[in-house]
């Protein structure tokens, strides 16, 4: 079969052909209807040679969706056809946080050598993926998998992070999304669908900023040095109660805390490698909470579905064929691609 793989340290991804994968006991043999790209893929493949934690060559992808193509011995849960969205945050399946369905709170998963589908081990970007057991699907129920596959991950980190400060954005607060990328375009959404409050979109292209507009920001602000003196404005002087970042850089940390209000919640999602002074004299008001979260719990991961099943939250996504996935990398790079890029392994 064909697969997209990193396979040497500060070299592109190449589309090569890899033995196909038999499904073992409790295992899922999936096929692959489509695959995301995310910035995170990006981040992995710019770790030097020294810093590089995964053994290669390594087929990419973390957000998958399809079909059940075949079942490994003593699998009873999905039968073979079934639609399905792939959890990526495996963990050992055994401990408290596992049986909380937060296997991405896993304390073990890192000592047993547990890693992710496309961050460690093979993943979605070839036309089959091996499961490692039923517990990682989630039944699409109808839904498109070319819109559930980003869902597994830009649906599904945002929808985590904004759960978390749900008791926060109450009617009259102000939530700020900073980079309305993959994943900012569906924390916009996600704000809209879970909460009264005003959404306030950042980036610095204006094409993303429409993107913010028409997925229900109510204010779009270009991403600069003023950026927080607007918010701040806008707030009457208080700032925002949530600030989401999901571009983690220098820069927009730096907005971020110029923005947020007393008891307000700084949220780094992006990989931007920026750091966050946190403590007295650090430049955050009193009493804020600053998180860094880990994709989401399974259970969160089937809500974000249901929502979009509902037709509250939609991906806008690109599409691309598995030998253009190259390229699409490199337009990510770029910063040439407007919501997710979406890899069609059988197109």
Known sequence: MKAVQYRQVGHTPEVVEVPLPEP?????????????????????????????????????????AGTVAALGAGVTDVAEGEAVAVYGPWGCGRCAKCAEGKENCCPHAGGLGIVPPGLGRPGALAEYLLVDSPRHLVRLNGLDPVQAAPLTDAGLTPYHAIR???????PGSTAVVIGVGGLGHLAVQLLRALTPARVIALDTVEEKLKLAREVGAHEALLS????????????????????????????????????????????????????????????????????????????????????????????????????????????????????????????
């Open 164 to 170: 978390r400060s749900l008791p926060k954005l109450l």
């Open 224 to 347: 600069d040095s003023e950026a927080a003196a607007r918010i701040r404005e806008l707030t009457g002087g208080t700032g925002a109660e949530v600030v989401l970042d999901f571009v983690g850089a220098e820069g927009t940390l730096t907005v971020a805390a110029a923005s947020v209000a007393v008891e307000g919640d700084v949220t780094v999602v992006g990989l931007g490698g920026g750091t966050l002074a946190v403590g007295f004299g650090g430049g955050l008001p009193f009493e804020v909470s600053a998180s860094f979260p880990y994709w989401g719990s399974r259970t969160e991961l089937m809500e974000v579905i249901e929502l979009a099943r509902q037709g509250l939250v939609s991906s806008h996504v690109e599409t691309f064929t598995l030998e253009q996935a190259p390229e699409a990398y490199e337009r990510l790079h770029a910063g040439d691609i407007n919501g997710r890029a979406v890899i069609l392994p059988h197109a």
């Open 24 to 64: 073992g006991p409790g295992q899922v043999l999936l096929k692959v209807a489509a695959a995301g790209l995310c910035h995170s893929d990006l981040a992995v493949m710019g770790w030097p040679e020294e810093q590089f934690p995964y053994a290669l060559p390594m087929t990419l992808g973390h957000e998958g």
